[in-house]
Nanobody, 118 residues
C-alpha cells in the first residue's frame, strides 16, 4: 500500500515563499504522475500543478510564473516551491500520486495548511 506524507505548510506574509514536500512510501514499482491540489474554504478542490515521471509539468493559470513543481524519482518525492504568495493562495494543499504496481493505483496525502496573510 502506498502512502504520501506531506510537509512544509504554514503561515507566511503576502509576497513570501514556502516549499512543500511530499514523499511516497510503500511498495512502489512506478509513479506516473505526482501533483498538488488545493482546496480553499467553500471551494472545490483544484489542480495546482502536476509532473510526469519524465518531468513534463502542468500548472494552473493562477500560479504560473510563481510556483514550481519538481520531483526526485529516486526518493519518490515531489516538491512545490511557492513564491510571491498571495492571500488567495490560502488553502489546504493535498499531494497526489498515480502509479502502477501489478495494477494502477492513486493516493492522496492528508493535506497541509498554507495560510497567506495580507
Amino acid at each position: 500500500q502506498v502512502q504520501l506524507v506531506e510537509s512544509g505548510g504554514g503561515l507566511v506574509q503576502a509576497g513570501g515563499s514556502l516549499r512543500l514536500s511530499c514523499a511516497a512510501s510503500g511498495t512502489i514499482f512506478k509513479i506516473n504522475v505526482m501533483g498538488w491540489y488545493r482546496q480553499a474554504p467553500g471551494k472545490q478542490r483544484e489542480l495546482v500543478a502536476d509532473i510526469s515521471e519524465g518531468g513534463s509539468t502542468d500548472y494552473a493559470d493562477s500560479v504560473k510564473g510563481r510556483f514550481t513543481i519538481s520531483r526526485d524519482n529516486a526518493k519518490s518525492t515531489v516538491y512545490l516551491q511557492m513564491n510571491s504568495l498571495k492571500p488567495e493562495d490560502t488553502a489546504v494543499y493535498y499531494c497526489y500520486a498515480q502509479g502502477a504496481n501489478f495494477a494502477t493505483w492513486d493516493v492522496w496525502g492528508q493535506g497541509t495548511q498554507v495560510t497567506v496573510s495580507s
